[in-house]
């Protein structure tokens, strides 16, 4: 029998995403980022409505209290938040800072995202609310 | 424990077939097995057609890469018993072209490791006379995480972006040139940046992060990608914003 | 391999990072109040003087703008990527690239509009 040399070349499948749990939650990640832009649509809408007086104000929240706004907007927040943890957990892999010659450890890297997290909400709940 | 573990072990031999098939093997149970020794076992007593590579045994030649319940691992570093009562089923690395059997086609690695040039790279050498290059401990330890790469393939074989685009560099020869551009005795980093700055290098990469977990020796290839991103991003900046910089 | 080749992806890049941080900090509170706790009733409805207020001011107006533009830049990264690795599209790239960067653009544009001129 002579030697037949043929490569065999695999492809991959559109479904790859599904194949591992780590791939899926992978892709749900970055599918926050929709959200992320269906919020800034959102937001700009909200100032629109102040920008034009009250009672498209008050208009505005009516509407924003439909039910289905209400559910999309909830999961937006799911995967905005989503957003947020992957962002700080992955902060210390993707970058070594160093203080005085010595790395600061991964979780306290991580702690500290946290608590800018923390202190921007702060103000921005001062300022949105009063 | 049952005495022996089944092995659905891809085959392929492209004299007599298009595409892969199973064969089952059953193996003894031992309780101190690897993946390893059940193919040597296979090979040994009941196929010697079966063909796969392997070497040290120990976890540290990077040869026995292979994919295990569609999980890319080390054979030798793989237990049966972790896989009781089975089958296992065991297919090579996936993402590389299949030569035969459980033997993949690496040249393209070999290929994209010599262009991140994978040494110290000086503009001159020191002269003997003057001794040794000076590194201390921290400056080490810069460095040395990227420096356990065995050049096992796992990560490749992780990488969905690998996958779906070849041309991509991919994560060991990443993490090599890190091992290099963080090494305090090298010079080599620009070079190396002309090479990565592009769109199938380091830019292909979406910090997917399978690469880390699939990598057996803990160089965590993902965290590697990441910094060099910021080192690329800021000497692009600055190339464009103070060109009299370029010598 | 190419060697030489000039790339803008370093830069788009940087947005992407960039508007990573800024969505990640500000966006998730905003949401909640703006989308979900004031509409409930969960928090009073602000005063509209006092949103009015905080939102004409030059620093707000700003701010937005901002938020807006570096969130929309990285979610263009990060969809354009997505379409190209999870529905294999990636022969589309250049076409796939300047929709969604254009879309971000656009919708900072407008945000500036908004921001200027109708608020």
Request: with cysteine; hydrophobic share 50%.
């Amino acid at each position: 029998m002579s030697y037949f040399a043929r490569l065999y070349k695999p492809r991959m499948s559109v479904f790859w995403w599904m194949s591992r749990p780590t791939y899926l939650m992978f892709v749900l990640r970055e599918l926050s980022s929709v959200f992320v832009a269906w919020f800034i649509v959102y937001l700009l809408l909200f100032a629109r409505a102040v920008g034009q007086g009250p009672e498209q104000y008050q208009r505005f929240l009516d509407w924003a209290a439909s039910p289905w706004l209400i559910a999309l907007n909830i999961v937006a927040f799911l995967f905005v938040v989503y957003h947020a943890i992957t962002f700080a957990n992955l902060t210390p892999q993707a970058m070594v800072v160093k203080l005085r010659g010595r790395t600061v450890p991964g979780p306290l890297m991580a702690a500290s995202v946290y608590v800018g997290w923390l202190v921007v909400s702060a103000i921005l709940a001062w300022l949105v609310v009063g | 424990m049952p005495e022996n573990i089944t092995l659905r072990v891809a085959r392929y031999r492209p004299e007599q077939e298009e595409e892969p098939t199973f064969d089952e093997y059953a193996v003894p149970l031992n309780k101190d097995w690897s993946v390893l020794d059940g193919l040597n076992y296979i090979k040994d007593e009941l196929d010697g057609t079966l063909s796969y590579r392997w070497s040290c045994r120990m976890g540290i030649c990077g040869s026995c890469g292979a994919s295990v319940n569609g999980q890319p691992k080390l054979t030798c570093a793989t237990f049966l018993h972790d896989y009781a009562p089975g089958p296992v089923r065991i297919e090579p690395l996936a993402n590389f072209p299949i030569i035969r059997d459980l033997v993949v086609e690496l040249t393209d690695f070999m290929h994209k490791l010599g262009t991140v040039k994978p040494w110290i790279v000086r503009e001159e050498e020191q002269p003997v006379e003057d001794g040794e290059y000076l590194q201390t401990p921290a400056e080490l330890a810069d460095y040395k995480q990227y420096s356990m790469c065995i050049n096992c393939m796992l990560c490749y074989s992780a990488c969905p972006v690998y996958g779906l685009d070849p041309h991509f560099i991919g994560p060991a020869a990443i993490a090599l040139a890190q091992r290099y551009n963080l090494d305090n005795r090298d010079e080599g980093a620009r070079d190396r940046l002309t090479v990565l700055n592009q769109p199938e290098g380091i830019w292909g990469c979406t910090f997917v992060g399978e690469c880390s977990r699939a990598c057996p020796k803990d160089v965590d290839p993902a965290g590697a990608i990441q910094r060099y991103k910021v080192t690329a991003a800021m000497a692009t900046v600055k190339s464009l914003l103070m060109p009299w910089g370029e010598r | 391999m190419a060697g030489n080749k000039k790339t803008i992806e370093p830069f788009l890049w940087l947005g992407f990072s960039g508007g990573g941080v800024v969505a990640a900090l500000t966006l998730p509170v905003l949401l909640f109040l703006l989308g979900i706790a004031i509409p409930l009733g969960w928090i009073a409805a602000p005063d509209y003087a006092h949103l009015a207020a905080v939102l004409r001011h030059p620093l707000t107006r700003l701010g937005v703008v901002v938020i807006a533009a570096m969130s929309l830049i990285h979610a263009a990264h990060r969809l354009r990527f997505t379409l190209h690795d999870g529905l294999k599209l990636g022969k589309y790239d250049a076409v796939i690239a300047t929709v969604c960067y254009g879309a971000a653009l656009a919708g900072a544009a407008l945000a500036a509009y908004i921001m200027f001129a109708v608020v």
